[in-house]
């Protein structure tokens, strides 16, 4: 399982590391939450799910949104429920540290963090928080409406950039022209990439992107979804599909876009004192001493506003567990209904679920065999089905055992390529499986 407290790292390798610290693991560990304010009583009504992206705020409010709850269901997995719920994959993975997040339970309730602490910014334009991988647009002059996505940056060899810059053009359907540096790497890796990418499913930006003033940095969408909340770009800034077409029609050319980094955040809201606390993201990890005593002073500085006694190893704990939940500190921290997470009801659907479609007699496919039971190999499934790109996957019984079979596949070489992804990626040997050999039975 990803350890809550490390940098995140690149897209496939917190698939390949979840797969070789925990495939073979048959069970997960009980839920068991230890911060009071996170019970909740049985009583409690199950509502639906609030619009995740808009927000209402008073005047210098420094905190929005509430904090939820909601009870998977078996075999749901948190990409999954991040994504239906407005969240990057690492924001739900550090608020939910005790859960397999390739392998959820109806027994584990899953901490849905929709409460957020704003930057430390001015409150205009988009403001990006790379430590914990969201976006916040202030929608109005008077800055009362506030949207907000989770984002993918970029990884630590290609980093997003802070700084001051604006939006300079907005286009629907680009065209993407890779620079020399990713086609110099595409081509180390025997992926060679055309010249221009036309418009289409296999073009990274998806199907909107606006231009940043600092050169060759986008705010876009991408055809790999699952890689929103980790760091798995070239720099760009990556939202949901869904999510960038929002923001694309809210936003004009000209809009202020601030990008910072500030893994720990303090906000003064109902006459109570929060910390927000997140990893710092793997370039500034190194510095996290550093950054915690620059955010000590900041707090003690606010603390002192409100005349509030504040004692610094009542915080030290937050800033470590680093879950991304705003949690209540000071001379006193009451539990109050105001702070327990409201319970939200399972949707029929989780949005855009990869759904396999079972391999026919004419279809090429790849097989994992040897799997002894049923949860591996519907985990093993599952981390295949949210790969980027998405390798189709379910899982099948034959000859008293289970089988990951991955297609359907057209042609041989398409076989190939995800063979090798499958070797390179999860050190597990997959077999190339040509048409009309032994049925699949799904």
Not at 32 to 48: L, N, R, T
Not at 198 to 215: I, V
Not at 335 to 362: F, M, W
Request: net charge negative.
């Amino acid at each position: 399982m990803i350890n809550s407290h490390q940098p995140v790292k690149t897209y496939h390798s917190i698939l390949a590391l979840s797969v070789l610290s925990s495939l073979l693991s048959t069970g997960c560990e009980t839920f068991q939450p230890k911060d009071p304010e996170f019970y909740f009583s049985q009583e409690q009504s199950v509502q639906p799910a609030p619009d995740p992206h808009n927000f209402s705020a008073g005047t210098g409010d420094a905190m929005i949104g509430e904090l939820y709850q909601v009870n998977p269901q078996k075999y749901d997995t948190l990409s999954d429920i991040a994504r239906h719920f407005g969240f990057g994959y690492q924001e739900l993975v550090i608020a939910n540290p005790a859960v397999d997040p390739w392998l959820l339970n109806d027994s584990q309730p899953i901490t849905l963090p929709m409460r957020f602490i704003l930057p430390d910014a001015p409150k205009s334009g988009i403001i990006l928080n790379l430590a914990s991988m969201r976006l916040f647009y202030f929608a109005d002059a008077k800055h009362s409406q506030i949207m907000t996505f989770p984002v993918g940056i970029g990884r630590d060899d290609w980093d997003t950039p802070l700084g001051v810059t604006k939006i300079i053009e907005k286009k629907v359907n680009p065209d993407w022209t890779p620079p020399p540096s990713i086609i110099k790497e595409h081509q180390e890796l025997n992926d060679p990439l055309p010249s221009v990418v036309k418009s289409g499913p296999d073009n990274p930006l998806g199907y909107y992107a606006m231009s940043l003033g600092f050169k060759n940095y986008l705010i876009h969408g991408t055809n790999k979804p699952y890689g929103i909340g980790m760091q798995v770009s070239h720099g760009c800034i990556q939202l949901y599909p869904e999510d960038i077409e929002l923001l694309f029609n809210k936003v004009k050319v000209g809009t202020s876009v601030r990008i910072v980094h500030q893994p720990y955040l303090a906000a003064w809201s109902d006459n109570h004192l929060y910390v927000e606390a997140h990893p710092p993201i793997e370039k500034w990890a190194g510095k996290t001493a550093e950054l915690q005593k620059e955010f000590r002073k900041k707090l003690e500085k606010l603390a002192t506003q409100h005349h509030l006694k504040l004692g610094w190893e009542q915080v030290k704990p937050i800033l470590s567990k680093a879950d991304g939940i705003p949690t209540l500190v000071g001379e006193s921290t009451p539990v109050n209904t105001a702070n327990q997470p409201k319970i939200l009801e399972h949707p029929d659907n989780l949005l855009g679920v990869p759904t396999p479609v079972p391999v026919g007699s004419s279809d090429w496919s790849v097989k994992i065999s040897g799997i002894d039971d049923y949860d591996t190999a519907q985990k093993l499934s599952a981390m295949l089905n949210h790969q980027g790109p998405i390798i189709p996957s379910y899982v099948e019984f034959e000859n008293g055992q289970h089988h990951v079979v991955s297609g359907p596949f057209k042609t041989k070489t398409e076989s190939q390529k995800v063979a090798k992804r499958i070797q390179k990626n999860f050190e597990m040997n997959a077999v190339v499986v040509p048409p009309n050999s032994s049925p699949h039975n799904g």
